[in-house]
């Protein structure tokens, strides 16, 4: 179900609104321009990963990912993390101030308020009902979560905002190219991508290029390089199995692109973990 609605000019799209449980890695990801994840822990623990730090994440852990924020969630193996996650899209007008500086965001980590968990809470149970108008209330409770996580992110009045300007882009393949990213990334050809959007392969390059600021090889590069760390990190398997699961025919070529990206071979970057 796709809920779409407009606040002041600001058109807000929500896209999922999920209740589950982290049993597995979900590798490094990023989302799209003016795509927004915002994520609450209510029970287990976990590491979130971004580029520069980690965090340990527990009940009542509230973050938010935003576009072009490299990501990843690590469950506890005992006690994994059951996460509320709400996936939306704002295109903003400038026009006001609650979602400029909501939108100036991309990242940020704390810990949750009641009323923030009760919305995450009746946005779920909306969600969930056939009950008559339940698109509207999701709407303004979404329109509520953007407000309270703003008074969060500065608990005191803020001066007016510098506006944020936006493309008139296609939200639907936005959220399409995220999910595509994320699940089918690493063995996906740009025709495999341009079929799901329902385009020619050069538009689906162009659509990338508006969405990411990268091309469609480089996303699919970064992609083989995150399930690479993952599957280092997490399982002692061969050097050769992990270069065929990360879609490299050799592992000659996998021990290239990985030295490319993170400066070491893939067997020096897992004996240091190995020692860590």
């Excluded at 990268?214 to 280092?232: D, G, I, N, P, W």
């Excluded at 025919?249 to 020692?275: G, L, N």
Aim: aromatic share 10%.
């Amino acid at each position: 179900m796709t809920v779409t609605c407009y606040y002041n000019n600001n058109k807000i799209q929500i896209f999922k609104i999920i209740s589950d449980t982290i049993n597995n890695v979900v590798k490094m990801h990023s989302h799209a321009k003016n795509a927004y994840e915002i994520h609450l822990i209510d029970s287990g623990k976990g590491v979130l990963e971004t580029e520069n730090a980690k965090y340990t994440i527990a009940k009542n852990s509230l973050y938010i990912t935003g576009p072009n924020i490299p990501h990843k969630q690590i469950p506890d193996n005992e006690s994994p993390m059951h996460e509320l996650c709400i996936y939306l899209k704002i295109s903003p007008s400038g026009k006001d101030s609650t979602i400029n500086y909501f939108t100036q965001h991309p990242f940020w980590i704390g810990k949750s308020t009641s009323s923030i968990r009760s919305i995450f809470k009746q946005m779920i149970e909306e969600s969930k009902s056939n009950r008559l108008w339940n698109e509207s209330i999701i709407s303004a409770l979404a329109i509520r979560l953007i407000a309270e996580m703003a008074r969060l992110y500065s608990p005191e009045s803020t001066k007016a905002q510098r506006p944020y300007t936006d493309n008139d882009l296609n939200e639907n393949r936005s959220w399409i190219l995220d999910q595509l990213l994320l699940d089918d990334g690493i063995n996906s050809t740009l025709n495999d991508f341009a079929k799901r959007m329902g385009v020619c392969p050069r538009q689906a390059e162009r659509i990338i290029k508006e969405h990411y600021g990268s091309s469609f090889k480089q996303l699919r590069y970064e992609s083989r390089m995150a399930m690479a760390v993952t599957l280092l990190e997490q399982k002692n398997m061969p050097i050769e199995e992990c270069a065929l699961i990360c879609g490299y025919s050799s592992s000659s070529s996998f021990i290239s692109a990985f030295r490319q990206k993170y400066k070491t071979t893939p067997k020096k970057y897992r004996d240091k973990i190995s020692k860590n």
